[in-house]
């Protein structure tokens, strides 16, 4: 997969040659570019922004820059636009498997009040354009969002985790959230680990990571349990 991240503040995206995704550009599995918005500027001020049509606060990205830096990035439309804001559609694990299935991937970061609506309508008519949002608070900008985006899709492509399983396993993958986990050792400031998890019987460890993975959806999430379906709740529950 290629990434290229489009902002006013590439010192954001130092993280991206850290940790697992480092390694996954290490290893050739991703390669990102991260490029300033100011690169497609001409005047001397290097000017990204103006002020609202319509009045009301704030500053808007102007158009010419981000138009100039996609003709340049993905000339033929090779790519799918991601533009995080507050308005967009909602991210979600779903969303991350869809991303982590494209080849090619632009994050475009707004700031201020947000881009010209008339680049993203104009990228439209040759590329797929994504708006999306983390969830309902405002950020100062797309850059954190863009993180928070490329860390739950690369983990996601093929060869990045070692353990596959452990994507099988995770919170979200069926709907539900993860149950607890334990290490060692068995008995910690008077906190002791579940017996069960140390009585070696599988079959029992797994219902009981079953049970504890729908309490706490229920507790914590009662949107997610509502919006599992009943017939595979009980199909997989018999199953265990
Ligand atoms: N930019 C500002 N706020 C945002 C949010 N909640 N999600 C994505 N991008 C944003």
Not at 115 to 142: C, N
């Amino acid at each position: 997969m290629r990434i290229d991240v489009v902002t006013i503040f590439p010192e954001y995206f130092g993280p991206l040659d850290l940790s697992l995704i480092g390694k996954a550009q290490a290893s050739g599995l991703l390669e990102v570019g991260v490029h300033d918005l100011r690169t497609w500027t001409h005047d001397v001020h290097r000017t990204v922004d103006d002020s609202p049509y319509g009045g009301g606060p704030g500053m808007v990205m102007r158009p010419e820059p981000w138009g100039e830096a996609l003709d340049a990035l993905a000339p033929e439309g090779e790519a799918r636009l991601v533009v995080p804001t507050p308005a967009g559609e909602r991210f979600s694990q779903a969303m991350a498997h869809e991303l982590a299935g494209e080849p090619r991937l632009i994050f475009a970061c707004g700031r201020y009040e947000g881009i010209d609506q008339r680049v993203l309508d104009h990228a439209a008519t040759r590329m797929p354009v994504t708006e999306v949002s983390l969830g309902d608070y405002v950020l100062f900008g797309g850059e954190v969002a863009v993180l928070v985006m490329c860390e739950a899709i690369v983990r996601l492509l093929p060869g990045v985790l070692g353990n596959a399983e452990s994507l099988a396993e995770e919170s979200h993958a069926h709907g539900v959230l993860e149950a607890p986990v334990y290490t060692k050792p068995p008995q910690w400031r008077g906190h002791l680990v579940p017996d069960i998890l140390r009585s070696g019987d599988h079959g029992r460890i797994a219902r009981w990571r079953r049970d504890q993975a729908l309490l706490r959806t229920a507790q914590r999430r009662p949107d997610l349990l509502a919006a599992l379906d009943p017939d595979i709740l009980d199909k997989r529950d018999v199953a265990l």
